[in-house]
DNA sequence: GTCTATACGTTGATAGAC
DNA sequence: GTCTATCAACGTATAGAC
């Protein structure tokens, strides 16, 4: 791995524990095994390091969902795939989903433009759009059911992450979990 | 107000908006209208501030949920109730709130001990358990039940603040938010 | 590209007068 | 209790050699 990606995987890792302004560039520089000038070689400053990070993560959540799920099946299953496949992602990169959190939550996310957020959103916009039109879930504002999706899953997330269940009862509650999410929308 | 409590007032509205380590105390002090080492008087660190100010948020909510919440009435009726109300406290203290979930996300929240989390969590707890025996809601682990809760109540509060409603419409988004969650819960 | 050395501002916290 | 003055430590970023 070459030293660009070794600081960013450092910095995913010790940001995402200490937050970003009690990261120190130096202790990442230092645990990427780099000198500090080589940091600020890589990245003009500590935002851009930031900034670089979250597109870094955000689009390869996008592109893992964009490539698992098929907009060809039935509305109730491309949801489901959707669903599962975050949740899968999710889980399989869990710090960096924290950090994605983290950036929301932070004055960062600002910086960043209106259209880069769209695209990121648009699968699922797309997907209830679908659904209103068929009338298979619940005519509401499209944005509050994109706001209690995302949610859904970011506390299902909060439930399976604080334990540690095998992998089958992991499938077991993410099933679970989509229940109640399809529960809540249908019509 | 005495200076302590300005103090208070001003770090929770600084630390929102910036984050805990973007945040002097000096900023702090400067803007509270008192000199450093007054600050330094009332909070012996900086960390000591911090979670006086969590501990002092978190009560409000609790109490103000023990206040407006009773249990002699039917379960949904008690939900319903519960889920009102938690909304109107957010919605009135909206800072206080993302202060708290900033903090539940920090590696602050680990120095709270578990005791005091069960808390704040019980009211909403023993429901569910009530909910649970009176085969009203799914029978699903308690702990999931809670934390979808939870994350629909953030996920309804996302929206209601990035948009400019009037009370009316207000009242009816939380009305409708309340539906989705006791759809997805309900037997 | 990578390193060392260093400049320079900022910050948390203390000491001590009033 | 409140203020002023001050310090030691730290953090970002740059300069320049290799």
Known sequence: MDKKDEILKVALRLITESGFHATPTSKIAKEAGVANGTLFHY??????LILAL?????????????????????????????????????????????????????????????EYINQNESFLIELLQQGLNQGA???????LLHSMINSHII???????????????????TQKSFSLLWDMIRK
């Open 54 to 114: 979250y597109t870094k993560h955000q689009n390869e959540l996008r592109l893992f969902i964009d490539k698992h799920s098929t907009k060809n099946n039935s509305i109730d299953s491309t949801f489901h795939v959707f669903y599962i496949s975050t949740i899968n992602w999710i889980h399989e990169n869990q710090t960096a989903f924290q950090f994605i959190q983290q950036f929301h939550q932070s004055p960062f996310y600002q910086l960043i433009p209106r």
């Open 155 to 173: 506390g299902t997330i909060n439930y399976l992450t604080t334990r540690n269940l095998s992998l089958e009862d992991f499938h077991k509650t």
């Open 137 to 143: 879930i619940k005519q509401l504002p499209i944005e």
């Open 43 to 48: 990245f003009k400053t500590k935002d851009d």
